[in-house]
C-alpha cells in the first residue's frame, strides 16, 4: 500500500504544479495615468475638439465615468498610484506592478487590499479626479480580461498569481518518488526489469498525462475570455472533460508501474511465491494440476474510450487498434483448490529460471 500512496502524492503534486502554473487570474484592474492636454494635441484634426477650451475637452471625454475619491484613504492611495506612474523607481512596492510599455499602466488584482476604499461598482474603463496643490489630476481606470493580458503586457506574478507554488509542489513529488525507499526484494527472487517496468513507464505517465492535463489551461482562455474550464454553457466543459479522460488513461501507467514495482516472484523449495501491492499469494508444488502460457490483451475500456475520443480522427483510431492487437505473455499455475497464479514474463529478469523452476517440479508448459 505505501507504493500506491506514493503514486498517488506523486500525481497530486505534479498536476497541483501543473495547475498552479497555468492557471491565472480572470480579470485584472489597471491605472493609467492620465494628460488630456497631450491628447488634445493629438486629437488636433478634428475641428471641433481643437475649439474646445482643456476644461471642456476633459469634460467631453470624461462624459458620465468621471469619479472623485470616496475616501481620504482612497485619494492617498490613488495619489500615490500616479506618483509611481509619473516616476519611475519611486515606488518600490508599486514598481513591480507597472508595465512601462506605450502608455505606463499599474496592475492590480480584483482582490487586492489596497482597492478595498474605492467605490464600487468600477466600471469597464472609467477616470478619478484628483484635487491637489498642484490642481487636478486624472486616473484612468479599467479591467483587463483574461484573454486581453495572458499573453501581453501585465506582470506574470498577477496573471498567475498561484506560480510561486509549482516550484515546491514539483520538488516534493520528486521527493516522494525516492522517499521512503522501497522495499527490496530477497536476493534470490525474481522482480521486474526498474527501467523498462517502471521508470520509463512512469515518465511515460507523467508526460502524457501533463500534456493532456495541461491542453485546455492553454487553449481555452486563448478562445473566450470568460469561459471556465467547465463551462458547459459554452461547451467548453466537453473539451476539458475529454481531454481529462486521457489524462486520466495515461496516469493509470504509474498505476501499472507502481504494481510492478511491489512484485516479485520467490521460488522456494516447497512453494512457488508471488509477492505483490496485494499482498503474499502462493501455491505449494504438489498442490499444481497445470501449467500453461496465456495471453493478457488491453483492457477493453481503454480500447473503447480511444475509439470514442478518436472518431473521425485516423491517426487515433489506428492507435487503439494497434493497442487491442497487442498482448503480452505469462504463465498460469493452477492449484488443485484456489485461484490460479498468474506471472507475467516481459521484463521478468531470469524468467528462465521460473521455467526451469517448474520443469523440475514435473510441470513444463506446453508451447503455445
Known amino acids: 500500500m505505501l507504493e500506491l500512496g506514493r503514486r498517488i502524492f506523486i500525481l497530486v503534486m505534479f498536476f497541483g504544479a501543473i495547475a498552479c502554473f497555468l492557471n491565472h487570474a480572470d480579470r485584472l484592474v489597471y491605472f493609467r495615468a492620465m494628460d488630456f492636454q497631450a491628447d488634445q494635441k493629438k486629437s488636433a484634426a478634428w475641428k471641433k475638439l481643437r475649439q474646445l477650451d482643456l476644461e471642456a475637452y476633459i469634460a467631453r471625454k470624461t462624459k458620465d465615468r468621471l469619479r472623485s475619491p470616496a475616501s481620504p484613504e482612497a485619494e492617498a492611495f490613488l495619489a500615490r498610484v500616479y506618483n509611481a506612474l509619473l516616476k519611475p523607481g519611486s515606488d518600490r512596492e508599486l514598481e513591480n506592478k507597472i508595465n512601462r510599455g506605450y502608455r505606463a499602466r499599474l496592475f492590480m488584482a480584483p482582490g487586492d487590499p489596497a482597492l478595498l476604499p474605492l467605490q464600487k461598482p468600477w466600471p469597464e474603463f472609467g477616470y478619478i479626479e484628483l484635487k491637489t496643490n498642484k490642481g487636478k489630476l486624472y486616473l484612468g481606470m479599467g479591467h ?3 484573454s486581453d493580458y495572458v499573453f501581453t503586457d501585465a506582470p506574470s506574478e498577477l496573471v498567475y498569481p498561484w506560480r510561486t507554488f509549482w516550484p515546491y509542489l514539483l520538488a516534493l513529488g520528486i521527493l516522494a518518488y525516492f522517499f521512503p525507499k522501497r522495499k527490496k526484494p530477497p536476493q534470490e527472487a525474481l522482480y521486474y526489469s526498474r527501467a523498462a517496468s517502471v521508470v520509463l513507464v512512469d515518465i511515460l505517465g507523467l508526460f502524457l498525462g501533463g500534456v493532456f492535463f495541461a491542453f485546455p489551461f492553454l487553449i481555452i482562455p486563448s478562445i473566450s475570455s470568460t469561459a471556465g474550464l467547465l463551462d458547459f454553457d459554452k461547451g ?13 488513461i495515461s496516469i493509470s501507467l504509474l498505476f501499472i508501474a507502481g504494481w510492478y514495482a511491489s512484485l516479485w516472484i520467490e521460488l522456494n523449495s516447497e512453494e512457488l511465491v508471488k509477492v505483490n501491492i496485494k499482498g503474499r499469494q502462493s501455491v505449494a508444488l504438489k498442490e499444481i494440476k ?3 502460457y496465456y495471453q493478457r490483451n488491453a483492457p477493453k475500456w481503454l480500447v473503447y474510450g480511444l ?3 478518436g472518431s473521425g480522427n485516423p491517426t ?3 492507435q487503439a487498434f494497434l493497442i487491442s492487437a497487442n498482448s503480452e505473455q505469462g504463465i498460469q499455475v493452477t492449484p488443485t483448490k484456489g485461484k490460479p497464479l498468474k506471472i507475467m514474463l516481459n521484463s521478468l529478469r531470469g524468467h528462465e529460471k521460473l521455467l526451469d523452476y517448474l520443469k523440475e517440479a514435473g510441470f513444463e508448459p506446453p508451447e503455445p
Do not use: C, M, N, R
Not at 466543459?237 to 481531454?243: E, G, I, Q, Y
Open 144 to 146: 483587463q480580461k483574461a
Open 236 to 248: 467548453f466543459a466537453w473539451l476539458t472533460l475529454a481531454f481529462w479522460f486521457l489524462t486520466a
Open 290 to 292: 497445470e501449467v500453461s
Open 307 to 309: 475509439l470514442i475520443l
Open 316 to 318: 487515433a483510431t489506428g
